[in-house]
């Protein structure tokens, strides 16, 4: 599990590079109180470019990325 340090969002666009092809990725993310305000839909595949979707509230401002990896490997998380 990795968690990141608290982000400031003007955008709810986030994408990953990663491989998942054989496993999982779940994207949760936290309040600045650590409440879960919204959770990805699991990600299952290979890529340079995968956009997050959001299962929940919309994203802006202070959140924390909470990671969950199964079988994968992740090399870059940006917003947009």
């Known amino acids: 599990m990795i968690v990141t340090k608290p982000l400031t969002l003007t955008s709810e666009h986030v994408h990953i590079n990663a491989q998942s092809d054989f496993g ?5 993310a936290l309040d600045p109180a650590g409440q879960s305000i919204a959770r990805s839909k699991p990600i299952h595949r290979d890529s340079l470019d995968t956009k997050i979707e959001w299962e929940g509230a919309g994203l802006k401002g202070i959140v924390t990325f909470r990671i969950s990896l199964k079988n994968a490997c992740l090399y870059a998380l940006w917003c947009e």
Do not use: L, N, R
């Open 24 to 28: 999982e990725i779940v994207i949760e």
